[in-house]
């Protein structure tokens, strides 16, 4: 009986026939056990039906949001204005509350004005404890 060699060939390739499975595997995956996480965004309470509440001017604290970041500050029926960045409202609003603890923060956003200043107001007007705010679009008189 004469034993036969037999020669192994050993391929130095990678065999590639199931990659795509194994990619598309992967793939599947990665995409079922992913969690993206949910925008939480702002927590605004909306009233449950809408009425109008007449609101004296002296308990409201007007906020003008400007295109360009400027918040300009308002007390009431007053003519006197005072221009700041959103940053300041926080203390602005602490010192007003403490007079009046019926204020209400009237938030009026021109029309023009980047979303981000307007949060920036609101971040500002929630660091302070200001439950009372009213938002507005500012109308060009």
């Keep these: 009986m004469a034993i036969m060699n037999k020669k192994s060939k050993v391929s130095d390739e990678i065999p590639s026939s199931s990659m795509a499975d194994i990619a598309f595997l992967l793939l599947i995956f990665f995409l079922v056990t992913t969690v993206f996480p949910r925008d939480s965004g702002l927590r605004v309470v909306l009233p449950e039906e809408a009425e109008e509440v007449e609101v004296s001017q002296r308990n409201v604290l007007h906020l003008q ?38 204020l209400i923060a009237a938030v009026k956003t021109h029309p023009d004005a980047a979303h981000q200043h307007m949060i920036a107001v609101l971040d500002a007007l929630q660091l302070a404890g200001a439950e009372r705010i009213s938002l507005q679009l500012l109308e060009e008189t």
């Excluded at 949001?65 to 006197?80: F, H």
């Excluded at 940053?87 to 007079?99: C, Y």
């Design 65 to 102: 949001i400007q295109p360009n970041g400027v918040v300009v500050v308002r007390y009431g029926d007053s003519e006197d204005e005072q221009q700041m960045t959103p940053s300041a409202i926080e203390a602005i609003w602490r010192s007003e509350v403490a007079q009046n603890p019926n």
